[in-house]
């Protein structure tokens, strides 16, 4: 078994691996880079393998860093199976449609300000690129082994990070693979912990918070109620820009807990991402997923999902309205790093208000709007136009779908004889640290992955 590592090796997003066993290739995961408008540019390049050779893809969950590439490797000539938990395969439906609207539709921006002469911008693929990407994928359960190839078995089990999110274990050549995909931490609402992992040859694990450690999330929780009564008594708008998988469902989820205890009721509540309404509708799909504490949210308290003060904008217009409103909306919006989508039109016209607060619950790539401003930043550029920065910002570190350093080690300590561990999906500050404190205290190989490192099992 030969392991090659293409992506999310030196940086969280772009998740890329080739394994090579049993006479195949196959690749885990094929993820979108994002960030920087530079770094999105490298989504353009080309594989450092031929498309066309690879025998099978599994994919490890449905965030667009780990999926956002699969219509590109379909349109460059892969044309086998692509194996995902049932679940993540509902939302690569919606995830990848999304991503191909917007590839066209800045394509078509593009191309109505080039100038005479400069060549057409092409999107990085189509919808028609995703229906035919999907006619490939073949849905499996959770904790059943499957041959996927001769001489080649994966196993899906549950990584607790967002629906359908699964650790990847593979069989082949006597040799058992494991890659963490993302890992949730314990107590993760709505879902089941990440399933411990009995042992391993090889292990492929994430490090997205490898060197910090998390809020208390019973501490996270009264902190977002806090941030609540402010933003009510300033008299002010709540901006949360959140992912359209996991982050957002969980946010409606505490806001259903905590019902009574934040008089959520006086608010006006808006999932303004139609993307993220679809999948609130896969999450309806398969509560056989979910776990006890919300199997008892669901039959006690308002229905997470339903409301009595929650509309799901799916128009433009509808969105647009949204910014009419002067104080007591919640707006939660994509995109989850503020680099797109219609959380940015939301900060057009409540940025520059003191009394607004912006709430961020998840990972802020480096170079996004999102970074920026958690950094403090007094200006950010948006559609091509600065804008001044004079809202409060809260970052809620206990609510992310990541564990932290202590869940990343406790996971991995599990494994029977502590075996060679290769980090990925981190920043190399965070897999730096993570790889120093395994290494003390297992006494494990610990390598940290780069872009065309080779590894022999």
């Known amino acids: 078994m030969r392991v090659h590592f293409h992506g999310a090796a030196g940086e969280v997003t772009g998740s890329l691996h080739e394994v090579e066993a049993a006479g195949h290739r196959i690749l885990l995961d094929c993820g979108m880079i994002q960030g920087s408008p530079e770094a999105e540019l490298r989504n353009l390049d080309a594989f450092a393998f031929d498309a066309a050779t690879l025998d099978a893809l599994v994919i490890s969950h449905a965030h667009i860093d780990h999926i956002g590439r699969v219509p590109l490797l379909v349109k460059r000539g892969f044309r086998g199976p692509i194996f995902a938990q049932a679940a993540t395969a ?16 800045e394509a078509e921006r593009g191309n109505r300000r080039r100038a005479h002469g400069e060549p057409e911008l092409l999107p990085l693929y189509t919808r028609e690129d995703v229906e035919a990407t999907m006619q490939r994928v073949q849905p499996l359960p959770y904790d059943t082994r499957r041959e996927i190839l001769s001489g080649v078995t994966v196993q899906f089990r549950e990584a607790g990070h967002i629906l359908g999110s699964s650790v990847v274990e593979l069989f082949a050549d006597g040799r058992k693979l494991v890659f963490s995909g993302d890992l949730g931490p314990k107590g993760t609402p709505i879902l089941r912990d990440p399933a411990p992992i009995d042992s391993a040859d090889l292990v492929l694990m994430e490090s997205t918070y490898g060197d910090r450690l998390h809020k208390d999330r019973a501490e996270t929780i009264l902190e977002l109620g806090r941030i609540l009564d402010a933003a009510w008594n300033d008299g002010g708008n709540v901006l949360i820009p959140a992912f359209a998988v996991g982050r957002s469902q969980e946010l409606l989820y505490w806001f259903a807990k905590y019902w009574d205890e934040w008089n959520v009721g006086r608010f006006k509540i808006f999932l303004d991402s139609p993307m993220a309404s679809k999948v609130v509708g896969v999450y309806d799909r398969h509560v056989e997923l979910f776990d006890e504490d919300a199997l008892r949210v669901w039959k006690h308290k308002p229905d997470p999902f339903h409301l009595p003060n929650l509309q799901l904008t799916e128009s433009a217009q509808d969105s647009m309205a949204i910014n009419q409103i002067e104080r007591g909306a919640i707006v939660i919006a994509g995109s989850g790093m503020a ?22 619950v998840g990972y802020q790539a480096e170079g996004t709007i999102g970074r920026r401003l958690v950094e403090g930043a007094k200006w950010v550029r948006i559609h091509g136009r600065d804008t001044r920065a004079e809202a409060q910002r809260h970052t809620i570190g206990g609510l992310s779908a990541h564990t932290d350093q202590n869940g990343l080690i406790e996971w991995y300590g599990r494994i029977e004889g502590h075996p060679p561990l290769v980090l990925v999906h981190g920043e190399d500050k965070a897999r730096e640290a993570l790889a120093g404190e395994i290494g003390e205290r297992f006494g494990t190989k610990v390598a940290l992955a780069r872009p065309g490192m080779m590894l022999d099992l």
């Open 339 to 360: 680099n797109a989508g219609r959380i940015l039109h939301h900060f057009k016209h409540n940025l520059g208000k003191p009394q607004t607060h912006v709430v961020f």
């Open 90 to 105: 509902d939302l690569m439906r919606i995830m990848l449609l999304d991503s191909a609207s917007i590839a066209e539709s």
